[in-house]
């Protein structure tokens, strides 16, 4: 046995924990069956401009990124995401959503779309803030 320690990890070194740690924690509180990867794009020429990502997790979306192409911003393009992503979580049984931001991040956006604040870590990472919002679906 060896132990590792990277500033580097790739990407399926961290699925492997994620995973790892979602098959233990299932078997505790929840089915297999009631997690659900969930993700929404937007493509141009086959490219991708925009997206959410995130799962399904019991009654819970759970939203962990949402990024739209600086040339696309403005045009409404995030609300139309969400929106679908929301719509695709509560057909699959999902009561509430939540998600986490930064203060320099999109705090505003959630709110105008029905997100409330129920927690915040002050001079996160350093001198800003980290919000976390729910809302029912």
Sequence with gaps: MSLKI???????????????????????????????PLAVFKEENSKKIDGITGDILGNWLRIRYLWVD?????KDIGTELLQTMELAAKEKGAKYAEVDTF??????????????????LENYPISDKKYYLRKDL
């Excluded at 399926?12 to 078997?27: A, C, D, T, V």
């Excluded at 600086?70 to 403005?74: L, M």
């Excluded at 203060?103 to 915040?120: C, D, H, R, T, V």
């Design 103 to 120: 203060s320099f991040q999109a705090l505003p956006f959630y709110q105008k779309q029905g997100f409330e604040i129920f927690g915040m």
């Design 70 to 74: 600086k040339a696309y911003r403005g």
């Design 6 to 36: 990277t500033t580097n990890p790739t990407s399926n070194e961290i699925n492997e924990i994620y995973k790892g740690l979602l098959i233990h924690s299932l078997h505790y509180y929840i089915q297999m069956e009631q997690y659900t």
